[in-house]
């Protein structure tokens, strides 16, 4: 559904809370045209000796009760007319995020975050302006303003012709002013966001600030972000400085028009003083629609680009879909992962990736993929939670291609613990307890002895209940690592993948944890990429990846004879450790 389609759909379900709405706020301006009326007769009393207390009184009590009715009404007007475009940004909005959970990762790298971001943060703000008081101000200025104009013409049509002069001045002003007042607008925004993200930057990089002896040149960055800000405000200042009196000077000018050829007429006895005194008063009353119009129609036009562009991420369809009659995973899954002459480009890539890998990995054993940096292991285990398309007919689990499977299915049981631990600043059990809301602290603690984390956590002060803060800095980069795996195994799917998620913990631990993982569950298929061929050496057969393609494979034994990558690998990182460790 498009953004368009959404308010359509919104607004007539809220059909009847609009329509009240707008009938409340053209009732205060009906009220509010009223007032010059009263007025007139209370100067026409005074002009012409009629006027008594009594009568003075009746008109003042008039205008209170005048006054009443408006701010009831706008009591009436303002939550159901505002509260419209507030649902409608909500709506919005959520429609925004989930489309974007179901998007495939690929869509994430076409669209950066900040223009992601951008999109539900600014576009959704104009939306809402323009689905808010944009939208008011319309129906208001144009009722308020043509209402005016019938009054001042009642009145007098040559004098209300006279004074209406240089009104469209003022829409065509306010209309290039908006213009050029939302340019800087959006300058003061964009100074105030690069302002913060460098104090931000500063702050929580305050201890490689101090290592480096950095703070003279951040302070002079800051300086520099600061000023920009400062200039930005002050542009926009000047153009406002401008604007308000520009406005006053036009108004005025159709002020000393009414004066200069209105006196005359009512000296002539044409029209009463009481109506002159009126016909300011619309007049005054004129000014706000005058730049209403001008505002809303720029209002309107910044709003629907902005439409545009979130309907641009509304209707665009994922990479990665469900196909129309999904394969069922077996309940009991024994045939663990295939991987069968993989091909795999990433879309607008030169050359591929991955190239015919082949690949088992069967239930209840645990294998293992290792190769250099940037060899297209992370590709292959992406591919295989579908969160890049692989080619049809080459990732299987158990048995079944991967593009048969509802996604939901196959996430459930292929679950990923990915290389960087991420995590919610919220409690440590919230975070352990994240695909499972409804674990018992039982099964959360054996999940976390499993993960080699249980005797840390028991030492925290307030153990599962620990809260992690801003980016999980209560926690090692070590324990953070765990954390995420042990989350992992809290919902203890058949298949789990292992993207390198212990690089920060020592090697014993490693060997430890991949050691209870083998031992815990019977039957589950495990894959682990890892960088310390050390950790994984006992695995029951060992892949090694080379710019994309498998160069050799076997148990650690087997590879040790081939004497070829595995081999050097190995001996390297022995050597390395060794010197470490002296
Ligand atoms: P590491 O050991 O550093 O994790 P890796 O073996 O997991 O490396 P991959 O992350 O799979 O390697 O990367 C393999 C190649 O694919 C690299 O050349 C990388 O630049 C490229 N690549 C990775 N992600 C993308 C992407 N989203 N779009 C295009 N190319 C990508």
Not at 273 to 292: E, K, Q
Request: hydrophobic share 50%.
């Amino acid at each position: 559904m498009s953004g368009m389609d959404l308010v359509r759909a919104l607004a007539r379900r809220k059909a009847l809370g609009l329509g009240i709405g707008f009938a409340a706020l053209i009732l205060v301006d009906v009220t509010q045209l009223y007032i010059p009326r009263l007025i007139k007769f209370a100067v026409d009393d005074l002009t012409y000796g009629r006027a008594d207390a009594h009568r003075l009184l009746l008109i003042a009590g008039g205008v209170l009760v005048l006054a009443l009715v408006m701010a009831a009404l706008r009591m009436v007007w303002r939550p159901l007319l505002m509260g419209f475009s507030r649902e409608v940004e909500r709506q919005l909005r959520s429609e925004l995020f989930d489309h974007l959970q179901r998007m495939h990762l690929g869509y994430l790298d076409d669209n950066p975050p900040g223009e992601l971001m951008a999109r539900a943060t600014n576009d959704l703000n104009n939306i809402r302006m323009a689905t808010g008081i944009g939208l008011v101000a319309a129906v208001d200025g144009t009722f308020m303003g043509l209402a005016a104009i019938a009054f001042m013409i009642y009145i007098s049509p040559i004098l209300a012709l006279l004074a209406i002069l240089p009104m469209p001045a003022i829409v065509i002003l306010t209309r290039q002013q908006s213009r050029h007042f939302h340019s800087r607008y959006t300058k003061v925004q964009e100074a105030f966001s690069a302002m913060t993200e460098q104090v931000r930057e500063v702050i929580s990089g305050a201890r490689l600030i101090k290592t480096y002896a950095l703070a003279d040149s951040e302070e002079r960055r800051l300086e520099v972000s600061a000023r920009g800000y400062l200039k930005a405000n002050l542009n926009l200042a000047r153009i406002m400085a401008m604007f308000f009196p520009l406005m006053v000077f036009f108004t005025n000018l159709s002020l000393a028009v009414v004066v200069g050829a209105g006196g005359p007429l009512a000296v002539f006895g044409q029209i009463t003083p009481g109506d002159f005194v009126a016909f300011t008063a619309y007049l005054g009353m004129l000014t706000w629609p005058m730049m209403a119009l001008g505002w809303v129609v720029s209002l309107m036009q910044r709003a629907r680009a902005s439409l545009e562009r979130v309907s641009e991420v509304l209707l665009a369809q994922p990479a990665v879909q469900d196909a129309d009659h999904p394969a069922r995973l077996p309940d009991r899954p024994d045939l663990g992962v295939e991987v069968r002459a993989l091909t795999y480009r990433y879309p607008g890539a030169a050359s591929d990736t991955l190239s015919r890998v082949g690949l088992a990995a069967p239930a209840g054993q645990l294998t293992a993929l290792v190769g250099p940096i940037g060899s297209g292991k992370s590709t292959l285990l992406r591919l295989l939670g579908r969160l890049y398309e692989p080619p049809r007919g080459s990732v299987f689990v158990e048995g079944l291609d991967v593009r048969d499977l509802r996604q939901r299915d196959l996430r459930s049981q292929v679950v990923q613990v990915p290389q960087e631990a991420f995590l919610f600043s919220d409690s440590l059990a919230h975070n352990l307890a994240l695909g499972r809301p409804g674990a018992s602290e039982e099964e959360m603690w054996a999940a976390l002895e499993a993960a080699e984390l249980a005797p840390e956590v028991r030492e925290l002060p307030r153990g599962l209940a620990t809260e992690l803060g801003e980016r999980a800095h209560t926690l090692s980069g070590g324990q953070r690592q765990r954390l995420c795996l042990a989350r992992a195994l809290l919902l203890n799917p058949a298949v789990l993948v292992l993207d390198d998620p212990l690089s920060a913990v020592d090697t014993g631990t490693e060997t430890r944890i991949l050691a209870n993982l083998a031992r815990l569950r019977s039957g589950r298929t495990t894959l682990v990429v890892s960088h310390r061929l050390a950790s994984v050496a006992f695995a029951s057969h060992i892949y090694v990846l080379d710019r994309g393609q498998v160069v050799e494979q076997g148990d650690h034994r087997s590879l040790m004879a081939l004497q070829g990558m595995y081999h050097d690998l190995f001996a390297e990182q022995a050597l390395l450790a060794e010197l470490g460790d002296g």
